[in-house]
């Protein structure tokens, strides 16, 4: 027992020792005609990237990804047409090397880069964009990108004008379409073709292929995949047939493998990066301080990316509709409240943000007082109306509403009735349990009760959004990217429209004019116009406070320092030029 | 013995419809469906939301859900995951021999250690050798199992001397096919001995007290008087005749070769059957969990059939159909 003893610590250092050592050598391909050529900091080839995720891949299918897992990994390896730079929330080439917009803004050719091939060498032209656009619009194959390029309903029409150019034309003028396309990853045609035809296209590309043939997941992007272990790792490799270069005529990506650890929560992937086992990891404000102290034991620094995009915030159950029983959704005298604006600005006046911000989020975030984050640089309003914490002005409002403290310290309505209500969110999330705590000890100073109740997600969700039988609710919603991405919840018809969702006509004039402004910065491309529109529904939903923002956390990235190159985006993934990244020290 | 044989499968079908009625009735009453998290996202579309919901079936009631279900069933189709759009019988192959690895090798543990082990504690009673197995197979069935694989997990954690969790380094696959072999083996240490530890105490706990009964019987005095060496006393005589009420408990280890490990693959990060079903119960992901449902229940029944089959085989004094 005791040689075994020896044996083991001696096996682990033998195995430990097998990485790779040697340079790797990566199949040798002509550049393509219409190379990009980064102008970055030239690197050196080599290395391997580790980093871990949560979860697993659902899918490597773009039909079939619902998730943020699936699509990041198909984003590593099917490029699009068009790229939208988060760091300077620009639209780049990508697959299409320039596009001209007609003069009626809605016809978009676009020019395919020359020369480009799938990572089997077969050459990629329009008859794969087309084919793409196809595969998408076809009712067999119902999918989520669907939705997303079309206009109230109606598809977009896409013509193939030679090998090297399509054309794109939307039914009416469609604000987002460049960043729409953008995310668009496009399949290859000679492929999936057989597949489209017999009708399983959605089964092709899933889990278990990737495990047995990875080989046939064909990429244009920077990566390619080697291999698949479910519930293990995902190991891509670099793309031998990528379409970038560095200055010196180096094929881009430096690194020559890509693996990610398949872990089961985010806990266990903060902990791997902390232990030094990865070499990238997004930090949640709370993890900041402990993962820090072992910052020089691994050789790795935690950047403060800015604010989050992520919003959160508290509203009331505005909905006066009636269940099945007759029985309000809301008693009315409630309602009363809910529905006065001053009601609810006085709430917002009495919330401590700043105690919010040192207490549950260790002085890592911001107030919040409008429904973007200052992370969304190209659309956030900073001149909307703030509620700074003042309960004397909440009482002043109260007063005007016909509210008063009475002997017992317990604000009464002007019928009598004691100001109570129930604050519903979800028990997964601590730091939004803890800010729910937060609340009720500020509404206790101006005499309001409230009530909280931790539920799960889904009897939540069922809650807001099926039977309306609740009276306050606290959630987050990622905001950031174009402002298309938020008329489900600004416009009075929208399901995410939480204080009063899928309204026929819009309950209240403001309402009517968010629909009106929403429904304006859609059908224009100019973007200082789009800003103004979008500008007053972001001044609107201060002013009305139908949500009563809370703060907005800083989103952190952990990096080891060996990786040279980086470029961190403030939104979206942890490190935008995967493909420019390398380091000097190739062993991992 | 064919009638035997056939009552007992044809009883594993009123189970599995029981089990799988109450499986599903108790998820439709668990709160929010499938597509929860999908609608919780601000930018997809209601009628996207409509036609999953749709094509899932999801807007029926549960009961016309599962007949669909069990009419698929019948031929002989189990559905598809709605999280990974494949077949689950495909789905749960592919995790299957992970799990069935770790059974094979806690099982094989706990049976070369606590057969010999119960042997030698049995053979002097009160020894030092029973003295150090009892107490060590007390402690070990006092642990719970989910518990040591903590432990476990935190000790490979401060020492470095054990991979935390998985079944293979992150470079396997640019080893040679012997290293590849070695790496498993030692991925697999820690888990085997979590899951094994359990059952080499209970075995021990058996098999002692049926070695020491059957040292009473008058055969094993005839063996020793009539000069037979004590080993050959032990391990051929006694040891044969005391095996048998352990190949019942055969039948339940079988029976967990799938499903036993849940837990511990749950803790240690172990890529096996469990963390595919736990996730998918987690996800409401309903034809993943009835499947893994299915798999259990007809282990269970098959493992009991076949422990029953080994007793008769092995006592003859067992009969079974008239």
């Known amino acids: 027992m005791l040689r075994l003893c020896f044996l083991l610590p001696l096996l682990a250092t033998a195995l430990s020792s097998c990485t790779p050592k040697s340079k790797v050598a990566r199949e040798k391909h002509p550049l393509p005609a219409g190379v990009d050529t980064s102008k970055h900091e030239i690197g050196r080839q080599g290395g391997v990237f580790i980093d871990s995720t949560p979860g697993e891949p659902s899918t490597f299918n773009p039909l079939v990804s619902e998730d943020a897992t699936s699509s990041g990994f198909i984003g590593l390896f099917l490029d699009s047409l068009v790229h939208n730079n988060p760091v300077t929330q620009e639209v780049e080439p990508g697959l299409a090397t320039r596009w001209e917009i007609a003069a009626d803004n809605k016809t978009f050719t676009f020019h395919l880069r020359p020369g480009v091939c799938w990572s089997d060498g077969h050459p990629f032209t329009a008859d794969d964009v087309v084919f793409t656009f196809q595969a998408i619009y076809d009712p067999r194959f119902p999918n989520r990108a669907a939705f997303d390029l079309s206009v109230d309903g109606k598809k977009f029409t896409i013509e193939k004008i030679d090998d090297l150019t399509v054309r794109l034309t939307t039914p009416e003028i469609y604000a987002p379409f460049l960043e729409t396309v953008g995310g668009v990853g496009l399949l290859p045609k000679h492929e999936l073709e057989s597949a489209f035809r017999d009708g399983s296209l959605l089964k092709a590309w899933n889990v278990s292929i990737a495990q047995k043939e990875p080989r046939r997941l064909l990429a244009t992007g920077p990566f390619r995949l080697r291999s698949y272990q479910p519930a293990e790792r995902i190991v891509f490799e670099a793309n031998p047939h990528f379409w970038r270069a560095d200055t010196q005529g180096v094929r881009l990506p430096y690194v020559d493998y890509l693996v990610t650890k398949l872990v089961k929560d985010a806990n266990a992937s903060t902990l791997a990066f902390a232990t030094g086992q990865t070499d990238a990891e997004g930090l949640s404000p709370d993890n900041v301080a402990w993962i820090d102290q072992y910052a020089t034991r691994y050789g790795f620094s935690v950047f403060n990316r800015g604010p989050s995009p992520n919003t959160g915030f508290i509203w009331f159950n505005q909905n006066p509709g009636k269940d099945a029983s007759g029985k309000p959704f809301v008693p009315p005298h409630k309602l009363a409240w809910f529905t006065d604006r001053r009601f609810r600005q006085a709430i917002s006046h009495g919330i401590d943000r700043e105690g919010l911000v040192r207490g549950v989020l260790f002085g890592r975030g911001q107030p919040l007082w409008g429904p973007e984050t200052p992370a969304n640089k190209k659309w956030y309003n900073p001149n909307v109306t703030q509620y700074p914490f003042n309960p004397a002005r909440s009482m002043e409002l109260l007063t005007q509403s016909g509210f008063s403290l009475g002997p017992d310290q317990k604000l009464r309505d002007r019928l009598g009735n004691i100001v109570e209500f129930t604050l519903n969110t979800n028990q997964e999330n601590q730091l939004r349990a803890n800010m729910a705590t937060a609340f009720k000890e500020n509404m206790r100073d101006l005499g309001i009760t409230v009530n909280l109740s931790f539920l799960d997600f889904g009897t939540l969700v069922g809650k807001i959004q099926d039977s309306y039988d609740y009276e306050a609710g606290m959630l987050g919603l990622t905001g950031g990217g174009d402002p298309a991405g938020g008329i489900s919840v600004f416009s009075s018809k929208g399901r995410l429209h939480q204080w009063h969702p899928n309204q026929k006509i819009p309950a209240t004039p403001w309402e009517a004019r968010i629909d009106q402004l929403m429904s304006d910065q859609l059908h224009t491309l100019d973007y200082p116009t789009r800003k103004k529109y979008f500008d007053e529904v972001q001044k609107i939903m201060s002013d009305e406070t139908p949500y009563i923002y809370l703060v907005t956390a800083n989103a952190y990235v952990g990096l080891k320092d060996r990786w040279k190159n980086i470029r961190i985006p403030p939104l979206g993934s942890l490190v935008w030029n995967l493909d420019e990244l390398w380091t000097p020290l190739i062993t991992p | ?322």
């Open chain 2, 1 to 322: 013995m064919t009638l035997f044989i056939l009552r007992r499968l044809l009883a594993l079908l009123p189970m599995l419809f029981a089990v799988t009625l109450l499986v599903f009735a108790l998820m439709s009453l668990a709160p929010g469906d499938f597509l929860t998290p999908v609608k919780a996202q601000r930018d997809i579309n209601p009628a996207l939301i409509a036609e999953l919901q749709k094509s899932f079936g999801l807007d029926r009631p549960w009961y016309e859900q599962y007949a669909l279900w069990l009419g698929n069933v019948l031929h002989l189709d189990f559905g598809y995951s709605w999280t990974y759009k494949v077949p689950v019988a495909q789905l749960i192959a592919q995790r299957a021999p992970a799990t069935l690895l770790l059974s094979l090798t806690s099982l094989l543990l706990a049976w070369t250690l606590a057969i010999p082990l119960a042997v030698l504690a049995a053979a002097r009673p009160g020894g030092w050798i029973d003295r150090i197995t009892s107490a060590a197979a007390y402690f070990a069935l006092a642990i719970p199992e989910f518990f040591l694989a903590l432990l476990a997990v935190w000790m490979a954690a401060r020492t470095g001397w054990f991979p935390i969790g998985g079944l293979t380094s992150l470079d396997h696959d640019f080893l040679s096919p012997s290293s590849q072999l070695l790496d498993i083996a030692y991925h697999l240490i820690l888990p085997t001995l979590v899951l094994g530890l359990g059952g080499v105490a209970g075995t021990l706990r058996v098999l002692r007290a049926n070695v020491l009964d059957v040292l009473q019987a008058e055969y094993v005095t005839a063996a020793r008087a009539k000069g037979l060496p004590e080993k050959v006393v032990l391990f051929r005589h006694v040891l044969r005749n005391a095996l048998n009420p352990l190949l019942s408990t055969i039948g339940y280890a079988f029976a967990g070769l799938l499903s036993g490990s849940l837990l511990v693959e749950n803790v240690m990060n172990y890529p096996g059957l469990g963390r595919l079903v736990y996730e998918a119960f987690i996800r409401e992901d309903q034809f993943v969990v009835l499947g893994s449902v299915v798999v259990g229940c007809s282990l269970l029944i098959i493992g009991n059939l076949l422990s029953d089959l080994a007793l008769a085989w092995s006592d003859p004094r067992v009969r079974y159909g008239r």
